[in-house]
């Protein structure tokens, strides 16, 4: 008879629960990287648009112009503001999702644990079981002679 572990259905839904809250973790910290990849071009272009309302500004321009200039920089900053609300969001969902993956891990863990530890005392029962049928062996065949 082999190694029975009654909990292994269990284990299995918690590697399973584990590698889900993993995943999501990974979705998020991805979706950070690309909100701040975004901003980091938004800032950038952000910086351009200042750069060329002060070149423009030294020289003669039509109000038009210059309304125009500033009302695309308006707009710019404030997709950076709302780009850097979503950030705030995600890193707190970050958050959150690391603190499921950690319970999820930590709950794995322990029955990992208690698998391996099953598994230990399984295996030196029967290694004690095959010492003791050798011994007996042994003790036999000395007795006949």
Known sequence: MGFRFSLLTVLRFRESVEKREELALQTTQLKIARVRRADEE??????????????????????????????????????????????????????????????????????????????????QKQLRAQQKMIDDIFAARSYRN
């Open 42 to 123: 938004l800032a950038a272009k952000i910086a351009h648009k200042y750069a060329s309302l002060e070149l423009a500004m030294q020289r003669p321009l039509q109000a038009q112009l210059l309304q125009l200039m500033l009302s695309e920089l308006n707009e710019v900053v404030e997709e950076r503001q709302t780009l850097l609300l979503s950030l705030d969001i995600l890193q707190q969902k970050r958050k959150e999702q690391l603190n499921s993956y950690r319970i999820a891990h930590s709950e794995r863990q322990m029955l990992t644990d208690i698998f391996t530890q099953q598994r230990n005392a399984y295996e």
